[in-house]
């Protein structure tokens, strides 16, 4: 795995990388080669800090679908992040983000794509991408490619199937170098903050800011496992209710 991406505020993880390698295989690829790419995984993987990332690198249009979205309400934030005037008719608005995407040459990214499959309306970027033969990145949960499948004539025209990744120490490493400028934290400690967060890049931050904030009103400027001691680390389960 590559972790060789960074900028001033984005930690390399894998998944920032894994996410731009799979958006630049759509965008390289041959003409007769389909062009739409599934990056997907459990939630907390850090698929959107990845998204967000790849979408400046790649000046990529970059759009976060909502569960409450209609196919216009898609449609109309697409145009809202082309800084298009919508027309009247989700025809004529499909066409309008169709022919700005052949225009600009720019790829698009829309993110939480479950939203859109859950109701049923993930032809429209079938007909967006037929009609520009863009580069498409679709970043959603788990369990997006099962979902995908009952739609046959989109999921063929699915170039890669990108897993995210589960964070690693080299992970937890890179986002200690970017988050914890205060107070070092032991590599003891960071290992076992990677084994209480079961993979997810939104635990592993969480348990960095927790230590870090109790090193420091424990006026301490590093910290290690041994010091940590029994205290608790945020694992993502609900502290069982004492009843005394």
Request: hydrophobic share 40%; proline share 4%; net charge neutral.
């Amino acid at each position: 795995m590559s972790h060789s991406i960074v900028n001033s505020s984005t930690a390399p993880i894998q998944n920032v990388a894994l996410c731009l390698s799979a958006l630049k295989r759509s965008m390289g690829r041959s003409h007769h080669l389909p062009g739409l790419v599934c990056f997907y995984g459990p939630s907390g993987y850090g698929k959107s800090f990845g998204a967000a990332y790849v979408a400046d690198h790649c000046r990529a249009h970059y759009v976060e679908a909502k569960s409450s979205w209609t196919k216009k309400a898609l449609l109309l934030a697409i145009l809202q992040e082309m800084r298009i005037s919508p027309a009247k008719t989700l025809y004529e608005m499909t066409d309008q983000v169709a022919e700005q995407l052949v225009h600009s040459q720019r790829p698009l990214i829309i993110d939480e794509v479950d939203h859109i499959a859950d109701k049923g309306y993930i032809e429209i970027l079938r007909d967006i991408y037929e009609g520009s033969n863009a580069a498409l990145l679709l970043i959603g949960e788990e369990h997006l490619p099962a979902k995908l499948r009952k739609w046959e004539r989109f999921h063929g025209r699915v170039l890669d199937w990108v897993p995210a990744q589960p964070a690693d120490i080299k992970d937890a490493q890179a986002l200690r170098q970017l988050y914890c400028g205060e107070v070092k934290i032991g590599d003891d400690l960071l290992a076992r903050i990677v084994e209480v967060s079961r993979g997810s890049v939104r635990r592993v931050c969480v348990n960095l800011e927790r230590v870090q904030s109790e090193a420091m009103l424990d006026g301490r400027d590093s910290i290690d496992l041994n010091v940590w001691g029994k205290r608790e680390l945020f694992t993502g389960e609900a502290p069982v209710r004492r009843i005394v």
